[in-house]
Antibody, heavy 121, light 110 residues
Framework: QLQLQESGPGLVKPSETLSLTCTVS??????????WGWIRQPPGKGLEWIGT???????YYNPSLKSRVTISVDTSKNQFSLKLSSVAAADSAVYYC?????????????WGQGTLVTVSS | QSALTQPPSASGSPGQSVTISCTGT?????????VSWYQQHPGKAPKLMIS???ERPSGVPDRFSGSKSGNTASLTVSGLQAEDEADYYC??????????FGGGTKLTVL
């Protein structure tokens, strides 16, 4: 059974870089059948798509975050990662990693449990 | 790209049907048959309920159905049950590999 697990610091200082990793188990991140993505949710608010990556390294980012976001993949470790630079309080959120089937209509069909990241000095 | 518009709340009694709307533009909802719906219980990760406007993933009860007309998509929950009480989010492909979510609707089972 596929499992996704986010990991990384729960507290990041303003202006620094947020770094998170998603470890995939029960399936291969190198499968051509899936994309892998990051979605966030500020406390008490809605979901926001951050970006998506394919195992080949092709990336797609939310235009509103594009200048600050980098998503990368490490197939040897079955992981993909998120870096968000120059963070501010507005970037405080639960960050989810998720899987998106290649032929799934841009839906995320499997999600990690999420990890809360707080931006504060 | 702007967030899709959903009503903040919806409600219904057990056994009744409720419909939640998701309004976008011709650049997202109206332009593609790539609308998805997610259910999220408090403190939990979202769960995919509907993809590609009306497709139900394996394991999702057939009480959940999706449709679209013009720039508005809808999720209908029939035969409401207590466990259906949750937040519901729509999402749509918005072109150029972009994805946009709705603001969410809190469904209350009275």
């Amino acid at each position: 059974q596929l499992q996704l697990q986010e990991s990384g610091p729960g507290l990041v200082k303003p202006s620094e870089t947020l770094s998170l990793t998603c470890t995939v188990s029960g399936g291969s991140i190198s499968s051509s059948s899936y994309y892998w993505g990051w979605i966030r949710q500020p406390p008490g608010k809605g979901l926001e798509w951050i970006g998506t990556i394919y195992y080949s390294g092709s990336t797609y980012y939310n235009p509103s975050l594009k200048s600050r976001v980098t998503i990368s993949v490490d197939t040897s470790k079955n992981q993909f990662s998120l870096k968000l630079s120059s963070v501010a309080a507005a970037d405080s959120a639960v960050y989810y990693c998720a899987r998106r089937p290649y032929y799934g209509g841009y839906s995320f069909d499997s999600w990690g449990q999420g990890t809360l990241v707080t931006v504060s000095s | 790209q702007s967030a899709l518009t959903q009503p903040p709340s919806a409600s219904g009694s057990p056994g009744q049907s409720v419909t939640i709307s998701c309004t976008g533009t011709s650049s997202d909802v109206g332009g593609y048959n790539y609308v998805s719906w997610y259910q999220q219980h408090p403190g939990k990760a979202p769960k995919l309920m509907i993809s590609e406007v009306s497709e139900r993933p394996s394991g999702v009860p057939d009480r959940f159905s999706g449709s679209k007309s013009g720039n508005t998509a809808s999720l209908t929950v029939s035969g409401l049950q207590a466990e259906d009480e949750a937040d519901y989010y729509c999402s749509s492909y918005a072109g150029s590999y972009n994805l946009v979510f709705g603001g969410g609707t809190k469904l209350t089972v009275l």
